[in-house]
């Protein structure tokens, strides 16, 4: 019973603004900012590779200091896809263009 419910719970379809963790190394190849919007602990113990961190209680607070191009590439990330997925709406609603979730966070490629 529970693996029923865990699949209908988690297992779903990505969004158009998910992104696998192929497409995160591309596009950080191409210039794009990784941000972990996990706790600055969180990120200490281990991030992606050149990620900055903005936790995601202060992206509000702090996203104009670290991200002032609105128009660039932003890949976001956490551990499960679920902070980052809220700060993705956060920076679209401060008119972010070009903002990627990493699909299922660090759990779905680790």
Request: glycine content about 4%; some cysteine.
């Amino acid at each position: 019973m529970f693996k029923l419910i865990k699949d209908k719970i988690f297992n779903r379809n990505m969004e158009f603004y998910e992104i696998s963790m192929q497409e995160l190394e591309e596009k950080q190849k191409k210039g794009a900012v990784i941000v972990d919007v996990r706790s600055s602990q969180e990120y200490d113990e281990g991030h992606i590779n050149k990620a900055i961190n903005i936790p995601y209680y202060e992206i509000k607070k702090n996203v104009n200091n670290e991200l002032n191009n609105k128009n660039q590439e932003i890949v976001l990330y956490c551990q499960t896809g679920f902070r980052s997925k809220q700060a993705y709406k956060k920076l679209i609603k401060l008119e972010y263009k070009k903002v990627y979730n990493l699909y299922g966070g660090l759990d779905n490629w680790t």
